[in-house]
């Protein structure tokens, strides 16, 4: 599992999945958002400006990203 840890408040989704390496650019992360691959805490998340929060769970192509305070 993989960890991102916030800076600010929140992260948003885009944002998240580049900092944690799962996608090369923010255009593949509009992609991979838009088709519906990303899930936020259990939910299929298409808004790649999703604010995401300390505790939040992301995952994508198998893998799991923990956003944290």
Same mark, same amino acid.
């Given at each position: 599992?993989?960890?991102?840890?916030?800076?600010?408040?929140?992260?948003?989704?885009?944002?998240?999945?580049?900092?944690?390496?799962?996608?090369?650019?923010?255009?593949?992360? @509009?992609?991979?958002?838009?088709?519906?691959? &990303?899930?936020? /805490? +259990?939910? %299929?998340?298409?808004?790649?400006? @999703?604010?995401?929060?300390?505790?939040?769970? &992301?995952?994508? /192509? +198998?893998? %799991?990203?923990?956003?944290?305070?």
């Amino acid at each position: 599992m993989e960890t991102v840890k916030l800076k600010d408040e929140f992260i948003k989704l885009g944002q998240a999945l580049k900092a944690a390496g799962l996608v090369g650019s923010g255009l593949e992360a @509009k992609i991979v958002i838009k088709e519906g691959q &990303v899930c936020v /805490n +259990g939910l %299929t998340e298409y808004q790649r400006g @999703k604010k995401l929060y300390d505790g939040d769970m &992301v995952t994508f /192509n +198998g893998e %799991t990203i923990k956003i944290e305070k």
